[in-house]
């Protein structure tokens, strides 16, 4: 590896000579751990340019390092940092800087929140994860989607790979959203009225973008995604919080002059509800009656592997107010960060134009690549795959569960791919959730769910997505007598 010559500058108040203080310039860096043994220096006459000064005088420098074995030549190859130059201490992150800008009034509007759900970086390396959302290694189809990315290189896709599409989207893939994802949830869009997002969070940003001001209200449930809640809060809307019960968001309990309902009809977030078809429609009359829209978030429709999936909302809408969000990251994989968003042409036009003043478009290697998966018949065998192995690790789930005198609240008659838990009164999952990482249990807390200030710390949601089968049964013992000790404390 070569070290750019632009991380190399002359420290404009060192002191000695041009040539002592580009020899410890180049000292610094490897006494510092910047520079690693082996890597190429700049040479000579490139770094004499870039720093404005005579070759000799690097000439020079150089050779004294050499002299020090810092560094060694290697013929008309160039320099090199010595293997036997001195090792440098473990690296470590430069000291703070002294920051003298006041931030509490620099920063105009906040965006950080506590209670975001938080997923350790190495999940992976826990023994028992019931981490919701992550791709699992056993199931996803890692051979095909490589060669899918191959192709997607490849000369004939050079254009689909390079090309600015500016505010436009790749053809292909907005053909097969079109022909074959949407017809199986009951909906039929023209490409004008489909947009590719970053994830359905992205589409769920740009629609609260489009559709709220600070004058307006939004109705979203609760519990709910908690970064829709973010989201909506940073529109500064006014925020109507509607509890939802077995059924999912109770359309009576909409209050009046709303402008936007959020609703995750299918599978409610987090408790896993399903909307009964006649809720559905009575939504769709309530917000007839308000002249509100809808936003449905359908981004797990594919999991419903135990009952074929519910129509969709927009399916059933007639006057054009259900604004559909979905995605491809929970299907295929958290990290390819690609939605949709379906809705009226006026709509998808005004999120085409703030999309593309944002990030112009999800890039095109991912785009073309998920067009070749899907339209290969890849993504329909990755889906039966899956869905056969989450029935199976589904079972385990509710028999341990069922073993222990757990309490699962919302399971979803559908499927999914995680149950809403609730323990005992008193229970602080957050605590719990601390006890159980050193057992090796990776669990979800509820609090990050719920708005208000009195919040229930009892819930907390269990994934089996990315957990070994053979694990389940042994992870709920643990949490059951993690749960079993502290109970014990109340008493």
Same mark, same amino acid.
């Given at each position: 590896?070569?070290?750019?010559?632009?991380?190399?500058f002359?420290k404009?108040?060192?002191?000695?000579t041009?040539?002592?203080?580009?020899?410890?310039?180049?000292?610094? /860096?490897?006494?510092?751990?910047r520079?690693?043994r082996?890597?190429?220096?700049?040479?000579?006459?490139?770094?004499?340019?870039h720093?404005?000064?005579?070759r000799?005088?690097?000439?020079?420098?150089?050779?004294?390092?050499?002299?020090?074995?810092?560094?060694?030549?290697? /013929?008309?190859?160039?320099?090199?940092?010595?293997?036997?130059?001195p090792?440098?201490?473990?690296?470590?992150?430069?000291?703070?800087?002294?920051?003298?800008?006041?931030w509490?009034r620099?920063i105009?509007?906040?965006?950080?929140?506590?209670?975001?759900?938080?997923?350790?970086?190495?999940?992976?390396?826990?023994?028992y994860?019931?981490?919701?959302?992550?791709?699992?290694?056993?199931?996803?189809?890692n051979?095909n989607?490589?060669?899918?990315?191959?192709?997607?290189?490849?000369?004939?896709d050079f254009?689909?790979?390079?090309?600015d599409?500016?505010d436009?989207?790749?053809?292909?893939?907005?053909?097969?959203?079109?022909?074959?994802?949407?017809? $199986?949830?009951?909906?039929?869009?023209?490409p004008?009225?489909?947009?590719?997002?970053? /994830?359905a969070?992205?589409?769920?940003?740009?629609?609260?973008?489009?559709?709220?001001?600070?004058? $307006?209200q939004?109705?979203?449930?609760?519990?709910?995604?908690?970064a829709?809640?973010?989201i909506l809060?940073?529109?500064r809307?006014?925020l109507?919080?509607?509890p939802?019960?077995e059924?999912?968001?109770?359309?009576?309990?909409?209050p009046?002059?709303? =402008?936007?309902?959020?609703?995750?009809?299918?599978?409610?977030?987090?408790?896993?509800?399903?909307?009964?078809?006649?809720?559905?429609?009575?939504?769709?009359?309530?917000?007839?009656?308000?002249?509100?829209?809808?936003?449905? =978030?359908?981004?797990?429709?594919?999991?419903?592997?135990?009952?074929?999936?519910?129509?969709?909302?927009?399916?059933?809408?007639q006057?054009?107010?259900?604004?559909?969000?979905?995605?491809?990251?929970?299907?295929?994989?958290?990290?390819?960060?690609?939605?949709?968003?379906?809705?009226?042409?006026?709509?998808?036009?005004?999120?085409?134009a703030?999309?593309?003043s944002?990030?112009?478009?999800?890039p095109?290697l991912?785009?073309?690549?998920?067009?070749?998966?899907?339209?290969?018949?890849?993504?329909?065998?990755?889906?039966?795959?899956?869905?056969?192995?989450?029935?199976?690790?589904?079972?385990?789930?509710?028999?341990?569960?069922?073993?222990?005198?757990?309490?699962?609240?919302?399971k979803?008659?559908?499927?999914?791919?995680?149950?809403?838990?609730?323990?005992?009164?008193?229970?602080?999952?957050?605590?719990?959730?601390?006890?159980?990482?050193?057992?090796?249990?990776?669990?979800?807390?509820?609090?990050?769910?719920?708005?208000?200030?009195?919040?229930?710390?009892?819930?907390y $949601?269990?994934?089996?997505?990315?957990?070994?089968?053979?694990?389940?049964?042994?992870?709920?013992?643990?949490?059951?007598?993690?749960?079993?000790?502290?109970?014990?404390?109340?008493?």
């Amino acid at each position: 590896m070569s070290i750019p010559v632009e991380t190399f500058f002359l420290k404009p108040d060192s002191q000695g000579t041009l040539q002592a203080r580009i020899q410890q310039m180049v000292a610094e /860096g490897i006494l510092s751990g910047r520079f690693e043994r082996g890597e190429k220096l700049p040479s000579t006459r490139r770094l004499a340019t870039h720093l404005g000064i005579s070759r000799i005088t690097v000439t020079l420098a150089y050779t004294e390092l050499l002299a020090n074995d810092y560094l060694t030549s290697r /013929g008309r190859s160039g320099y090199y940092v010595s293997e036997n130059a001195p090792e440098p201490p473990a690296f470590a992150p430069p000291p703070e800087a002294e920051d003298r800008v006041d931030w509490s009034r620099a920063i105009g509007q906040r965006f950080e929140d506590s209670r975001l759900l938080e997923k350790p970086r190495n999940w992976a390396q826990f023994r028992y994860p019931f981490i919701y959302g992550q791709a699992d290694p056993q199931i996803f189809d890692n051979a095909n989607w490589r060669l899918c990315a191959l192709t997607a290189l490849g000369a004939r896709d050079f254009d689909s790979l390079t090309t600015d599409y500016f505010d436009q989207d790749d053809s292909e893939l907005i053909t097969f959203v079109a022909r074959h994802t949407l017809p $199986r949830r009951g909906i039929s869009a023209r490409p004008d009225e489909i947009l590719i997002t970053m /994830g359905a969070q992205n589409a769920l940003w740009l629609t609260a973008q489009v559709l709220l001001t600070q004058r $307006r209200q939004a109705a979203v449930e609760n519990p709910c995604y908690p970064a829709l809640r973010n989201i909506l809060n940073q529109s500064r809307c006014r925020l109507a919080v509607v509890p939802v019960d077995e059924d999912g968001l109770p359309p009576d309990m909409i209050p009046p002059r709303t =402008d936007v309902i959020f609703a995750t009809p299918s599978h409610q977030c987090p408790t896993s509800a399903t909307m009964p078809l006649e809720r559905r429609q009575a939504l769709l009359d309530r917000a007839r009656e308000m002249e509100a829209l809808i936003v449905e =978030d359908d981004y797990e429709f594919e999991m419903s592997y135990l009952k074929p999936p519910m129509p969709a909302l927009k399916s059933l809408d007639q006057d054009g107010r259900v604004i559909y969000v979905g995605s491809f990251s929970k299907s295929i994989f958290p990290g390819l960060r690609l939605g949709y968003l379906v809705g009226s042409k006026a709509f998808i036009r005004e999120a085409r134009a703030l999309r593309a003043s944002v990030l112009r478009h999800p890039p095109g290697l991912m785009q073309r690549t998920t067009a070749y998966f899907l339209r290969l018949g890849h993504y329909d065998s990755l889906i039966r795959r899956a869905a056969r192995e989450l029935t199976a690790r589904r079972e385990v789930l509710e028999r341990a569960v069922a073993a222990h005198g757990l309490e699962i609240t919302g399971k979803g008659e559908h499927g999914g791919s995680s149950v809403w838990m609730r323990a005992p009164d008193g229970i602080d999952a957050d605590i719990l959730a601390h006890r159980l990482q050193a057992r090796e249990v990776l669990i979800e807390p509820g609090h990050a769910f719920f708005f208000g200030p009195d919040i229930p710390r009892n819930f907390y $949601r269990l994934g089996y997505s990315s957990i070994a089968p053979g694990r389940i049964a042994e992870g709920v013992a643990i949490i059951a007598d993690e749960i079993k000790a502290l109970s014990g404390g109340l008493k």
